[in-house]
């Protein structure tokens, strides 16, 4: 049970920015930054760059606050909300917290009674669920998964029975490494959208199959990247019965290690374990 906010401290915003184009910029949002006695801006440069293009005059302190030294500042916001300041904490795109810095201030604050609020707008997360005409009455954010290849491939194949409609942000230039991974674990035929540069100028949303969207990418991608991926469907498939079916498989003629792949593809299992649980069941 958290404590009773108290009257005497100050409050902690997080401001949502937008995450392309500046005229999505909310009279909330302007009146959040033009009123904060403190300011934890990601890129202070970047900051400065909205508040320009805003035509907003912002008097308040700026402090730098990014994934590097986000542990070491919280300790400062935190003397300033305890005095009775009101901080503001701004991401350079979208909903602080969501895959960029705040959590760990949003955690002291709410510790220290102090009220946390929010001033809702842009998110990339949501903004391309919307777009990618896939399913949205149920859905999970991934995030960006690990950028090691054996650790993102696991992550995926962990998902590949998710039902939910899936939504991940993935780096450009690791873009085609995701999808390949993702086709590997989802199937190529899973449904998925490509949401490239949302807001902007050169706004992009490619949908298609995993597979034909893992060679779409190969060519290489630019911009800021949300994926979308459809959740699974159809019965699943018990590990006894997975197994059954790639030793059918196997009897007529294919490759064990293709017959896995491709039951784990169709059926959600693991890929490794399901091969691993072939060999023992032909080693019993």
């Given amino acids: 049970m958290t404590s009773p906010?108290?009257?005497?401290?100050?409050?902690?915003?997080?401001?949502?920015t937008p995450i392309g184009d500046p005229a999505d910029a909310s009279p909330a949002l302007r009146a959040a930054l033009t009123s904060a006695d403190v300011i934890a801006a990601e890129d202070t440069r970047r900051f400065r760059d909205l508040c320009r293009r805003l035509d907003l005059?912002?008097?308040?302190?700026?402090?730098?606050y990014f994934d590097g030294n986000e542990s070491g500042r919280v300790g400062v916001l935190m003397d300033a909300l305890r005095a009775g300041e009101r901080v503001v904490v701004a991401t350079d795109a979208g909903m602080p917290s969501v895959s960029d810095p705040g959590f760990r201030v949003v955690q002291a604050a709410i510790a220290d009674?102090?009220?946390?609020?929010?001033?809702?707008?842009?998110?990339?997360?949501?903004t391309a669920?919307?777009?990618?005409?896939l399913p949205t009455d149920r859905f999970c954010f991934e995030g960006f998964v690990s950028r090691k290849p054996g650790e993102r491939r696991r992550a995926l194949e962990?998902?590949?029975?998710?039902?939910?409609?899936?939504?991940?942000f993935e780096a450009p230039h690791r873009l085609a490494a995701f999808l390949t991974d993702a086709r590997d674990a989802f199937g190529a035929d899973r449904p998925a959208a490509i949401c490239r540069e949302l807001t902007k100028t050169y706004e992009e949303v490619v949908r298609g199959g995993l597979g034909d969207l893992a060679d779409w990418a190969a060519g290489g991608v630019r911009g800021?990247?949300?994926?979308?991926?459809?959740?699974?469907?159809?019965p699943a498939l018990s590990p006894e019965d997975a197994v059954a079916?790639?030793?059918a498989r196997v009897e007529t003629g294919e490759r064990l290690k293709d017959a896995a792949a491709a039951v784990a593809?169709?059926?959600g299992h693991q890929k490794s374990r399901l091969y691993n649980d072939v060999l023992a069941a032909r080693q019993a």
């Fill in 129 to 133: 669920l919307a777009v990618s005409g």
């Fill in 265 to 267: 593809s169709e059926t």
């Fill in 224 to 234: 800021e990247i949300t994926v979308v991926v459809a959740g699974a469907s159809g």
């Fill in 113 to 126: 009674g102090i009220r946390v609020t929010a001033v809702p707008g842009p998110s990339a997360a949501l």
């Fill in 245 to 247: 079916e790639v030793l």
């Fill in 158 to 168: 962990t998902l590949a029975r998710e039902a939910r409609t899936m939504v991940f």
């Fill in 57 to 64: 005059t912002v008097s308040a302190r700026l402090v730098s």
């Fill in 5 to 16: 906010e108290a009257d005497a401290a100050g409050v902690l915003v997080l401001a949502a």
